[in-house]
Every structure is written in C-alpha cells, then in structure tokens.
C-alpha cells in the first residue's frame, strides 16, 4: 500500500516541532495536498491545531496504549482520501515510557509505519557540538529512517553557515532547513499548547507558520521523501469501526472547555450510535439523548462561564440521577463534581458526585496508566485491563466516601490506589481511554445505553 508520509521528530521537547509541523501541514495544504495529520503519543492539544492547519482530523499514535496492528490500522483507515501523511512526534524521538523500552516513543512508531524521519534540533549557543549530537541520534538505532535534519533558531548568517557546515560534513546528514529566530506566538499551557479555538487568531499564525517553513524550509525536498516511503503491508479494519446502527443516541459534549477526545473514540461511537454534539456553554438543557461522554479538557479555565449556565448543569444532574449511562473524562470528571476551586476562587459545577477538584499550579499526575477493573460500570467489564494516559493538574477532595471501578497498577489515578468514581451509572476517572486499546468499550457503552 502506497502512502506518502513522513515524521517530524525533535531532539527533546520544546525544540520547535510542534511549530514546523504545523508549519508543513498548511504550506502542503496550500500547494493543493489533502494532508492527513497524526500525532505520536497521547496528546490531544496539538491535533487541535493539526485540525485547523489541514480540515481533517489527527489520528493518535502511540505503542504502548495501541498494538502494532492498531497503529497501521488507524493510519491506513484515516488516510483514505488524503495525498500525504505528516506525522507529529513526542518530546524526543527516542523518548519513551521507561529507561530503556522504546514503547511510546516516536523511534517506535516510526519503524512500525516504516516512516521516514525527519529531525528537528535547536541550533542556539551551539555550532559544531550539535554533529556530535545528531550522529548520535543516526547511530543509536540505524532502523530508524533518519532522512535531514531542521535547525531552528539559528543566528547570524555565518552561524547559520557553521552549523549547516559542519552537519551535512561531520554528521553526514541533510540540512533540510534552517529557521532563524523568530517572534512566533505560541503559548503553552499546562502540557501543551495552548487549545486552538482558544486563540482568536489562530488562522493568522498558522498562516505565519506555513509562511516561515515556506521561506526557510526546503519543502520540496520533504515532499519527495515523503513520497520515497516503502510501501506498507494492507490490514483489515478493526471491527469497531464497522458500521451496525443500534438505534441509540449519544450526547458527547465538545465544545471549549470539553476538547480532548481521540478522534478514533468518535469515529467508533458514530459507527455505532448516533452521535449527538453539545456545547455546555450555549445549550441549556441536554437534548434528548440514552448516554453521555464528557472528555477532558480545561473546564477550570471556563469555570465562571459553566457556572453561569445553571440550568444546563440542571440538566445533566438529571440525566446523571436518573440513572442513564454516563462517561466522564478528566475535565468530564471535575464538570461532575460538586466545585472547582481555582486561584480565582471556587465554581460551582454539576453537583453530581461527591468531591471539589483543587486546581494546582503543578501537575498532579503525568503518564501511561494500567487498570483493573473491579466494579461494574458503563464502559468496562470486571476483571478486565484497561490501559491508558492521564494527565492533570487537578486534585480531587472527597465529601464522603466514594466507590471506585478500578484499581491502579500503574499510574495515580484519585488516591494513587484508585480511579474511576462510579456513582449509579456515572463513571468519572482521570485516565483516558483509546478505542483501540480497549475495544469493548464502545459496545459496553452502547449496551448499557440501550438498557437505560
């Protein structure tokens, strides 16, 4: 199977990936390529912004959540229509979940889609020192395709010449590009980006970052490597995703605060059920709907706006009561409580479940989760693993004794010991759950949803 793509990979976090990346997808979406984005690893920030740069919607790929078979399965299913794939790494290539496992890491990822790499470095304060550092990254493992290399933020103009001298000589590697230091406004927040639709001129600076890789980038050149990629083996799709109508409808809430779903989980739902949207800021009461998926997000940064739409929060206090199917994410998990307290002061929230969530201004809980579960609830069976990814910021504060659906064995979850508040048929938990890594879940939900 013939698929152009290529990845773009740093040498640690924070070397200006995530901008070039973006960049390539609009100069490509530009040029007339229907681009399909992808991201490595359990983030759900940057495919917000791959989104806007390309109109189709990134895939999650990660090795430790996800099999191999997994992996080539998503790429090939979401690539159908699209011209060129361009794949977004994590922190650094070889990063990964432990000292010495490459599971989670781009390097991984990479081998499994047979992908060519290209890599971004950091030229600033350093000349010749960075050939020592990137044939380093050649010879760590020659199964990863390394193709060139971009350098960022490089200086004066004989900077610029010392440091692609001296790679393309000592390190024997392509200088795709060189990218002076420049004034481009992307914030971070918490983990990552700041969410797209937050920022009002998103499509401006993406614009400016299709103009900075066009000026600075030898974009022609990563087309042709893209399209120089082997051929990849053909898999059959998952079954979750084909399509056999149960009649249910699903009200997901996907709006500002409520933002980070894999797109895979959706696509499974819809294949499935009907898959309802609503917006928690301007919809006042849930529509007429057998189940709720409320994601992760950043409800404490709209906190004063969820508590001004009282008779929404009414609505799913309702829907929670009555006894309806109910998932709940992360963010979902704080929008269910009884308050957020944030610097700011505290917010009243759904009032469903029996805690306050405490913003805090480091995080709580960073990485890959294993669960068993121990207690019935709408998505899981018992006994079942559930692997997964949390991250947050937020600290939960019981108001009385809560029941949990899964023990942790890897992770912090609530207490360190514990996740997934159930509550009737509400479940709430930190961690976030891909389709592919825990297949039974759509048809779990799908059930209890008829059932209710």
Same mark, same amino acid.
């Given at each position: ?31 007339? &390529?229907?681009?399909?984005? &992808?991201?490595?690893?359990? #983030? ?10 390309? +109109? ?38 070889? #990063? ?45 493992? *020659? ?9 960022? +933020?490089?200086?004066? $103009? ?28 992307? $914030? ?10 937050? *920022? ?61 779903? &894999? ?50 929060? *009414? ?48 995080? +709580? ?10 207690? *019935? ?60 890594? &825990? $297949? ?13």
């Amino acid at each position: 199977m013939d698929i152009p793509r290529v990845t773009i990979a740093g040498v640690k976090s924070k070397v200006g990936k995530t901008t070039i990346a973006i960049g390539l997808m609009r100069a490509l979406f530009r040029r007339g &390529y229907v681009v399909q984005p &992808y991201k490595v690893g359990p #983030d759900f920030i940057d495919p917000i912004f791959h989104y806007f740069a390309t +109109r189709r919607h990134s895939r999650n790929l990660d090795d430790f959540m996800l099999s191999r078979y997994d992996i080539i399965e998503s790429f090939e299913r979401s690539f159908r229509g699209a011209d060129i794939a361009v794949i977004e790494g994590k922190t650094g290539l070889y #990063d990964s979940h432990n000292a010495l496992d490459e599971k989670g890491s781009t390097a991984s990822v990479a081998k499994i889609l047979k992908s060519p790499v290209v890599l971004v470095a950091d030229a600033e304060r350093i000349n010749r020192s960075i050939s020592a550092m990137l044939l380093g990254y050649k010879l760590f493992d *020659r199964e990863v395709d390394i193709r060139g290399v971009i350098l960022n +933020r490089v200086g004066n $103009p004989r900077h610029a010449f010392k440091v692609k001298r001296s790679v393309e000589v000592l390190a024997k590697m392509r200088v795709l590009g060189l990218i002076p230091r420049e004034n481009i406004d992307m $914030p971070y927040r918490h983990l990552g980006l700041v969410p797209a639709h937050e *920022r009002d001129e998103i499509e401006e600076v993406i614009e400016n970052l299709a103009d900075l890789v066009e000026r600075y980038v030898d974009v022609d050149k990563i087309v042709e490597i893209a399209y120089s990629a082997p051929k990849m083996e053909e898999v059959q799709f998952n079954p979750v995703f084909y399509e056999e109508r149960s009649g249910v409808r699903i009200g997901v809430v996907r709006d500002k605060p409520f933002c980070f779903y &894999y797109q895979d989980n959706l696509d499974a739902l819809s294949s499935k059920a009907e898959v309802v949207v609503i917006d928690s800021l301007k919809d006042k009461r849930l529509p007429k709907v057998d189940a709720l998926y409320i994601g992760g997000g950043f409800p404490e940064v709209f906190a004063e706006d969820l508590e001004r739409n009282k008779s929404f929060r *009414r609505s799913v206090y309702e829907f929670c009561d009555s006894g309806k199917p109910v998932y709940a994410e992360c963010g979902g998990l704080m929008f269910l409580g009884d308050s957020i307290l944030t610097r700011d002061g505290e917010f009243d929230m759904v009032g469903f479940l029996p805690i306050k969530t405490k913003m805090h201004e480091r995080f +709580r809980a960073l990485g890959y989760c294993i669960y068993r579960a121990v207690k *019935r609830n709408p998505i899981s069976r018992v006994g079942d693993t559930i692997v997964g990814h949390e991250f947050h910021y937020s600290e939960v504060i019981p108001l009385e004794k809560l029941e949990f659906a899964y023990r942790v064995r890897r992770g912090r979850g609530i207490d360190g010991k514990s996740d997934g508040i159930i509550l009737k048929n509400t479940l709430a938990n930190y961690i976030h759950v891909h389709v592919l890594s &825990y $297949p039974k879940m759509v048809e779990k939900f799908v059930k209890s949803a008829k059932g209710s």
